[in-house]
């Protein structure tokens, strides 16, 4: 229970009983309104199963994360949150949540393609790669992309790293997730034997914090580290593949002993791309440079002369993995937008429409040839 007083004017005071959470005078600006009609301000540290706790001056209440705008999926109060909780009310006590600065958001895998809002209002989107198994550049490039469109600055951690034998072998693995992650800090760290962690902790020690990654990743390990005590717990992931069964099994946000607080989330067994063209982008940066000097400014850099995608792909300086990943996730991300923008959805089926008949006219040809 907190015994500091509430402050509900739109002046910030340092002293808050929310300023470890996150608090700040552009929090208290956005709460005015909210604090003139009696409500208290809270920030969403867990949600479970539709429910959450909320956090505010005077400790904790509890409450229903679809009250505000049930019908909305991306709108649901998820952990991170900055909520107006009205002191006095009945059990759905949550009346609205502050306009959020950031969103991490990936789709379900629902047929109905909706998205899924994992945490809000993060600085910093912490992914977690084990290097006690292969490296998959893919997943990461598609965590990167995600972390990138949700604004906040991505940061991959390859925990386990004691487990790698030599420090070049490490050093060459750190150097392809660089290559893989351009502008983005790659660290190696371990939580058994501390290395890293004093230079993780200084990075989260300002603002809010995400944790994310497969199961298995060594996420709950990696907060415990951060944390100073065995907070989360931590089960043991199978030597064959890997791979771990979901320690963390809910979204809970804990304040660090060096300053910052941290979501931790659950092991994301898939991670589908939510209208991210733009963090797609700044993952594959180079290729978006070069694309800008292509001849034509449509250029799909499949065939068409004047390619500069093309040619840095035939000169070696672009590897063909990237541009594949690049184009893959291109069009997976069209084709979830797709589903919900009807223009969109009729443009992708003219060039449908366009490819096919190109492939018979070509087919046509060929048997018109063969008969010569």
Not at 112 to 119: C, K, P
Not at 123 to 146: N, P, Q, T, Y
Not at 215 to 223: D, F, Y
Not at 311 to 332: M, T
Request: aromatic fraction near 6%; charged fraction near 25%; include cysteine.
């Amino acid at each position: 229970m907190f015994n500091a007083s509430l402050n509900t004017s739109s002046s910030y005071d340092t002293q808050h009983a929310l300023a470890p959470y996150g608090w700040d005078e552009g929090w208290a600006a956005e709460f005015a309104p909210y604090a003139a009609q009696g409500l208290l301000p809270g920030r969403v540290v867990r949600v479970d199963r539709g429910r959450c706790d909320v956090l505010t001056a005077d400790g904790v209440v509890h409450g229903d994360t679809t009250y505000v705008t049930p019908h909305d999926p991306l709108r649901v109060i998820c952990t991170g949150d900055w909520a107006a909780v009205d002191p006095v009310g009945d059990p759905q006590f949550v009346r609205a949540y502050l306009p959020r600065r950031t969103a991490f958001v990936r789709s379900t895998s629902s047929t109905r393609s909706e998205g899924q809002i994992l945490a809000a209002n993060v600085d910093h989107a912490i992914i977690a790669v084990s290097l006690a198994v292969e490296l998959d550049l893919g997943r990461i490039e598609r965590f990167l992309a995600l972390a990138w469109e949700s604004g906040a600055q991505p940061l991959v951690v390859l925990t386990k790293s004691d487990l790698v034998p030599d420090a070049t072998g490490l050093s060459y693995l750190v150097e392809d997730v660089e290559t893989t992650a351009p502008g983005v800090q790659v660290l190696a760290v371990s939580s058994t034997t501390g290395d890293g962690i004093d230079v993780l902790t200084a990075v989260v020690s300002d603002g809010t914090s995400v944790l994310l990654g497969v199961s298995g990743a060594g996420k709950s390990t990696l907060a415990n580290a951060l944390l100073g005590e065995d907070v989360m717990d931590v089960q043991a992931t199978r030597e064959v593949d890997g791979k771990g069964r979901h320690t963390t099994t809910t979204r809970n946000l804990l304040v660090l002993p060096g300053g910052g607080v941290l979501i931790d989330t659950p092991g994301l067994r898939g991670v589908g791309l939510w209208d991210a063209e733009t963090g797609v982008g700044q993952v594959f940066s180079e290729i978006e440079e070069l694309a800008a000097q292509c001849r034509f400014h449509d250029c799909a850099h499949e065939s068409e002369p004047g390619c500069a995608v093309l040619a840095a792909l035939e000169e070696g300086s672009l590897p063909e993995r990237r541009l594949e990943s690049y184009r893959k996730l291109l069009r997976e991300n069209r084709r979830i937008v797709a589903k919900t923008d009807a223009r969109l959805r009729a443009e992708m089926g003219r060039e449908w429409r366009l490819k096919s008949a190109e492939g018979r006219a070509n087919f046509a040809a060929k048997r018109a040839g063969g008969r010569l």
